[in-house]
């Protein structure tokens, strides 16, 4: 399994057919386009130069995008009226609604019924607003009135007269500073009156009657003491029957909003409705940005783009199905193009793709790992899961989620990967007798924990399997592209020298291998010291860097090195389930209330080292291909295959089985 084949298509028809095309195209999904423009892309057998400009969508752009707006308003109300209940799951996934074409196909005809919830809505929320406004409005009076409540005198009556001036409002001042003020009036307007109709800890709220001709110097008195004036525009009778008046009218009010939510709650029967013409629109909308990367004279339309290989001939029976009079050829890369990258693998294999595509995905000609990274990729993660009741548990997790969710492209991989690597913890843990950490369950073969020696040597001899296999992979491919030096000397070599060094440590239990070791290792290295500084012209520079480049060899070790992490997260599952275990059987000791904390401490703790044990897992196995694996032959680089296709917000569309 490689990179999958891909090729270059050019497609040009009449522009009365941009529409159709456009539509089968994006139902068909297996064309990446590219802008025509900037490829420069012409068809092989034109010999006249043909000047194109820019297509563009025209008007019908401007009209789908208010459609979407008026659409989003009507779904954004419906799910503030009645906000849609998600699961655990669905809030990490997603709560599309799932819907065959067909279904989906009829949804989209009640246009019309979409159009009256969109005009009802608008004309219920205009109202909810006005009535927002009122209540605010009410609110406010109801705040403003709240400390003249005592004052029986009819508001409006509160203004002043050719002889009294009456003054209404606060005045910050403490009991001491009262005093002190109501002396000033005195000697300001004799006779002046003032009532005090409340007051709180910094101010008081009163009444101020004064003679008119004292009116200079009271107002005087007022700034001096920053009176706060207080106003009542608008409202008659007193304090108290005017809110009595406004909690009537809240009251109303909030009757009437009842009202209009209960009208439009009539409408959320047809969200499904809504959401499959929100989502009709903005495929709509899709198919027109997609005609920017399209070329145009008068009378035609060009475009270009890359589709894999093998979907061309469907790709050639929907075009020919909708526009028999359009010329579409497809060709094979060129060194100058830059083709997109679809990995092609076996069922087996398709779900480490996730491994792959998370670090980067090959070069168009490269080599695609995950046939390679598949096999270790599922020991590794065994090895440092490596308990077969938590892989049990994480396989039931992964499959009754996917049951759940339907699911594609990375989570689906993702997922299956998860499921594979818990049957690969429960095939180690059985063989390792790890079940829940400790639980009394024969050993088929020895224990980490008992022996952790020889899991420590059987992780450095995985290791050592594990860079074999990049560098010998390194070396066939360059035999392959013509470079049978850099395969022989490069990899070839430090093969032969690894393998000496491998020889002669293993010599200190074998002792018979120990001089076929140092013979294959010296042979290795002379000739890396011979071979790896060709490069230089210089003979002296070659023997040096050849000398240097030995030092490589502590770089290798290191990378072995690293696979001790299969035995420290593999006897870190075991340990902390051990230790959940002991914690349970201590506590259950206390009797009936005894069982039912550990019960409690059973199902969180072995909780929390399932979850935190797949995390390390899968971390520390993708970390062995990126970092020791990848970096002796991978080269990454391609740019992911993303064609032009259906997508949709709301609905999981399931397409029918045809080609347009």
């Known amino acids: 399994m490689a990179v999958a084949k891909m090729k270059k298509v050019f497609l040009m028809a009449h522009r009365e057919d941009r529409e159709a095309l456009t539509k089968v195209l994006q139902r068909l999904g297996v064309l990446q386009l590219e802008d025509f423009l900037l490829t420069k892309e012409c068809a092989p057998e034109t010999e006249v130069e043909v000047y194109l400009k820019r297509d563009e969508p025209g008007e019908e752009a401007a009209a789908l995008d208010a459609r979407i707006a008026d659409l989003k308003f009507c779904l954004d109300f419906m799910q503030r009226l009645s906000p849609e209940k998600t699961s655990f799951i669905q809030q990490f996934a997603g709560t599309k609604v799932y819907l065959k074409e067909r279904d989906f196909r009829e949804c989209v005809k009640e246009s019309h019924k979409v159009d009256s919830v969109h005009k009802g ?59 002190e003020w109501l002396e000033e009036l005195e000697a300001a307007s004799p006779g002046a009156y ?93 198919r027109l940005e997609a005609v920017l990367n399209f070329g145009r004279t008068a009378e035609t339309f060009a475009l270009t783009g890359w589709v894999e290989a093998e979907n061309l001939p469907r790709l050639e029976k929907a075009v020919a199905s909708v526009s028999p009079t359009a010329y579409l050829k ?94 690969a913890s429960v095939l180690v843990g059985a063989v390792t007798g790890s079940w829940f950490g400790d639980l009394p369950l024969p050993t088929i073969w020895f224990s980490p924990a008992d022996d952790p020696m020889k899991m420590l040597i059987i992780s450095f001899a995985l290791g050592l399997v594990h860079i074999y296999t990049g560098l010998i992979i390194q070396m066939i491919t360059n035999l392959r592209s013509g470079k049978v030096a850099d395969g022989l000397f490069d990899q070839g070599l430090w093969l032969v020298f690894l393998t000496g060094l491998v020889m002669f440590g293993v010599g200190t239990v074998f002792p018979a291998i120990t001089p076929i070791g140092k013979i294959v290792a010296i042979v290795g290295a ?102 020791e694996f990848f970096t002796k032959f991978y080269e990454s680089g391609g740019r992911a295959f993303n064609p032009f296709r259906m997508m949709t917000r709301y609905i999981d569309l399931e397409l029918e089985e045809r080609e347009a």
């Open 526 to 627: 002379v000739g890396l010291v011979l071979t790896q500084g060709r490069a230089n012209k210089n003979v002296i520079k070659r023997l040096l860097s050849g000398i240097l480049s030995l030092y490589d060899v502590s770089g290798y070790l290191s990378d072995v090195l690293s696979y001790s992490r299969l035995l420290a997260l593999g006897l870190g599952t075991s340990v902390i389930g051990t230790v959940i275990n002991s914690m349970v059987a201590l506590v259950a000791a206390g009797g009936p209330i005894g069982w039912i904390i550990g019960a409690i401490i059973a199902v969180v703790g072995h909780a929390f080292n399932l979850i935190i044990n797949v995390l390390g897992a899968y971390v520390h196995a993708s970390r062995l291909q990126y970092v």
């Open 330 to 423: 497809g060709r094979d890369p060129t060194e100058d193009d830059d083709p997109p990258v679809i990995l092609e693998n076996s069922r087996s294999v398709y779900p480490f793709e996730v491994v792959t595509e998370l670090y980067g995905l090959p070069l168009p000609r490269g080599v695609d790992p995950t046939p390679y990274v598949a096999p270790f990729f599922f020991l590794f993660f065994g090895l440092m899961y490596g308990d077969a009741g938590y892989g049990l548990v994480l396989m039931g997790l992964a499959w009754l989620t996917m049951r759940k969710i339907r699911m594609a492209g990375m989570a689906k991989k993702l997922f299956i990967l998860l499921m594979l690597g818990g049957a």
């Open 121 to 179: 809505l608008r004309l219920i929320d205009a109202e909810l607003t006005r009535l927002r406004n009122e209540e605010t409005k009410n609110h406010n009076l109801l705040a403003q009135l709240e400390p003249w409540l005592a004052l029986d005198v009819p508001l409006e009556e509160l203004t002043s007269g050719s002889d009294i001036g009456v003054e209404v409002g606060t005045l910050p001042l403490t009991a001491q500073k009262e005093t």
């Open 194 to 286: 003032v009532e005090i109709v409340g007051r709180n800890r910094e101010e008081v709220y009163l009444v101020l009657l004064y003679a008119r001709e004292d009116e200079e110097f009271v107002q005087s008195l007022l700034r001096q003491r920053s009176f706060g004036r207080a106003t009542f525009p608008s409202v008659q009778g007193t304090a108290q029957e005017v809110k009595e008046r406004c909690e009537k009218e809240l009251a109303r009010l909030a009757a009437r909003r009842e009202k209009l939510l209960a009208e439009a709650r009539q409408y959320l029967e047809h969200r499904l409705l809504v959401k499959s013409a929100y989502d009709e629109a903005a495929m709509a909308r899709s």
